[in-house]
């Protein structure tokens, strides 16, 4: 059995384009979460009748910490019972959400990672971790952040992901 | 002129699920309360201890040892301040 420490996964792969947007509008947070839950329901990466689930385990986690990280960028991300592999969704606002970011500034870009509640054969934890630090590499590029309040669509942000996984 | 103050100082990660997005955020809140810049060093890497993006890059896991070096006038209280953090687990009960 390979050990998933030794392999190196492409995150960038599992980003669709339906489910990466460049039109968020939501004028609060809370409006965001559900356009967030939303998008990722229409892109049919979710059930339908899991967008108030989401957007309920969305709120629940900014409740405990704000997932503003700073430089613009929140990364909402939350376990959810009714996914069984990790679901991916990417967001540009152009016009920016209050979030209490730790630096007080509004969020712009957005990563969304919905991920199951427990470890199976279609979830291993540790690669959640990478995940992580993945987006966190990522959110760090100031010229990734300004690509992705540029790009025009949903398939330029996939390609923009593609391309800086490549770097 | 004197230099600034410096301070160092070690944790050692202890709570089952490391540094993930929680305890970041709760380290850099505490550190931004202070004036001092800070560096957190683990593993050979190394992160603004005021950005949670760079904390998230050091993966610390369980067990993990975080190095904090500060500078500044309140070098010693921000190094003691963040160390305490990390041994009592982020108050995290899992």
């Not at chain 1, 990466?45 to 108030?52: D, I, S």
């Not at chain 1, 990522?138 to 669509?153: I, K, N, P």
Request: charged letters at 20%; a neutral charge; one cysteine or more.
């Amino acid at each position: 059995m390979l050990s998933p420490e030794r392999t190196r996964i492409d995150f960038s792969q599992q980003y669709k384009p339906a489910a990466c947007s460049v039109s968020l509008s939501a004028g609060t947070k809370e409006e965001c979460l559900r356009e967030l839950a939303q998008l990722l329901v229409d892109a049919e990466q979710l059930p339908k009748r899991q967008v108030a689930p989401l957007q309920a385990a969305f709120l629940e986690r900014e409740r405990v910490a704000s997932t503003g990280v700073g430089a613009g960028v929140a990364i909402p991300h939350v376990k959810l019972g009714a996914v069984k592999e990790t679901v991916l969704g990417f967001g540009v606002h152009k016009k920016g959400v209050e979030w209490s970011a730790v630096d007080g500034e509004p969020a712009h870009i957005f990563f969304v990672v919905v991920r199951p509640a427990a470890a199976s054969g279609l979830h291993d934890p540790r690669r959640h971790l990478e995940l992580m630090q993945w987006i966190a590499h990522l959110a760090r590029v100031q010229d990734f952040r300004r690509f992705a309040l540029a790009a025009q669509s949903g398939k330029e942000l996939v390609e923009l992901l593609r391309e800086m996984a490549q770097a | 002129m004197t230099d600034p103050e410096k301070a160092q100082g070690s944790a050692i990660v202890v709570n089952s699920r490391g540094m993930h997005a929680r305890p970041c955020h709760a380290l850099v809140r505490i550190a931004l309360g202070f004036q001092g810049d800070v560096v957190v060093a683990c593993a050979g890497r190394r992160a603004n201890a005021k950005s949670i993006l760079d904390l998230m890059t050091l993966s610390a896991g369980h067990g993990s040892r975080l190095e904090f070096q500060a500078s500044g006038p309140d070098a010693p209280a921000l190094v003691r301040s963040l160390v305490g953090l990390v041994e009592s687990g982020f108050q995290e009960t899992d």
